[in-house]
């Protein structure tokens, strides 16, 4: 227990966290056993360490931090470590990586019921299912989910600046007063193409190549979150990449389920079901025509985040590719995002119409229906027309 809680102090002395996350204040600290999901790289671990470093003192026993990556935990269960900590006045365990842990959800469950006076904080991949894939967890776990640096928070770490997130309520009816807000202090343009390139993860601070160690971290993603989670067999693994590259490489459009089935040697099935994998590790996006879901085949499937474009083939990067992978990345936190088949706009909260579009090209508008147009290649925007790294405000 003594090494536990010098390796908890060290951590949390010397956690770098110089952008507060906006979900610190959207979780409801008073649950009792917490899950916050994110996929590899946006700061799990370093969210844990803020919220004691905000909560306790660094010498406070009654917080614990552990990470199950210890081969200690190989030999003993979380519930005996555990009813040891609260024995010694323990009163919030902070866990991460709690499912490389066999039987973590039963052990939650055992910790939840034997000790009501303990607080669990745990963090897991987005590939899991708290609920629907662990019944004993249903009723008790508040699930959250942590994103990558938005816009916003990229811009505030680069510059020292303090903006606040606005909802798409106040960025449509009043972007205009909004930009004035900001403008004085920073000139956007400067930053959103860094932002687009290596401003989602994190880890961009590390004094390491941005782009491998991205792509190790899709390998992760793939190996480890996918595999691992959902008991896929090793022997699938070259299938599951091999579809992933090829997803990438097509760009944003409708899927050819059948094509993909030959060439990665499975069932349309399997496909769809990998197709689905991929996007809750958050490696891709799907979208779909307004009321439809999986299993049904999605209208378009993109790269999750502009990211992972440069990453895995900066050659073929198209920029209308990667402003509309930034719109739909961007949005998709708090809201729903669907599109039509041939259809070039969006729509979001089933009523709101998109189209993204270059600020320096001339636009016709054709649609019938009124309609926003969020604009890149511009810092300003008028009435329906608003600039599109505005929407990178939104969390």
């Known amino acids: 227990m003594e090494a536990f809680f010098r390796t908890h102090s060290y951590l949390v002395e010397h956690v770098n966290a110089p952008v507060r996350r906006m979900l ?37 026993r009654k917080c614990l931090y552990l990470n199950l990556n210890n081969f200690y935990f190989q030999g003993r269960g979380i519930v005996d470590f555990a009813g040891e900590f609260v024995a010694q006045g323990g009163k919030v365990l902070l866990i991460d990586q709690v499912f490389k842990h066999q039987d973590w959800s039963k052990d939650l469950r055992k910790c939840y019921d034997n000790y009501p006076e303990l607080k669990i904080v745990f963090t897991g991949s987005s590939v899991m299912r708290l609920k629907e894939e662990n019944p004993e967890l249903n009723g008790i776990v508040k699930s959250y989910n942590l994103r990558g640096f938005s816009f916003r928070e990229f811009i505030n770490l680069q510059t020292g600046n303090h903006f606040e997130p606005y909802t798409l309520d106040e960025i449509l009816s009043d972007h205009e007063r909004l930009i004035k807000r900001i403008l004085p202090h920073v000139r956007p343009a400067d930053y959103f193409q860094s932002y687009l390139h290596h401003g989602f993860y994190p880890f961009y601070q590390e004094q390491r190549n941005y782009s491998e160690n991205l792509l190790k971290t899709m390998n992760m993603m793939t190996e480890v979150d996918i595999l691992l989670i959902k008991q896929i067999e090793l022997k699938y693994l070259s299938k599951i990449k ?35 994998y991929l996007a809750d590790a958050r490696l891709i996006n799907m979208i779909y025509p307004p009321g439809e879901r999986f ?42 995002v669907n599109q039509r088949s041939h259809e070039r706009h969006y729509v979001v909260d089933s009523h709101l119409r998109f189209r993204v579009c270059d600020a320096t090209q001339p636009y016709r508008h054709r649609d019938e229906e009124p309609t926003y147009l969020a604009r890149y290649n511009t810092e300003v925007g008028k009435d329906n027309a608003l600039p599109l790294w505005l929407l990178g405000f939104l969390y």
């Open 295 to 336: 299993p049904k085949k999605p209208t378009k499937v993109m790269l999750h985040n502009p990211n992972l474009m440069y990453a895995i083939y900066p050659s073929k990067v198209e920029q209308q590719d990667v402003m509309e992978a930034f719109f739909v990345n961007s949005l998709w936190k708090d809201h729903k």
């Open 24 to 60: 610190m204040d959207e979780i409801d600290w008073n649950d009792r056993l917490i899950g916050i999901k994110g996929t590899r790289g946006v700061g799990k671990t370093t969210f844990l360490l803020q919220y004691a470093k905000e909560h306790f003192n660094v010498s406070d």
């Open 242 to 276: 091999k579809l992933f590259y090829e997803l990438a490489v097509d760009g944003p459009k409708a899927p050819n389920i059948s094509q993909l089935a030959t060439d990665i040697e499975t069932s349309r099935a399997t496909v769809m079901n990998y197709i689905k």
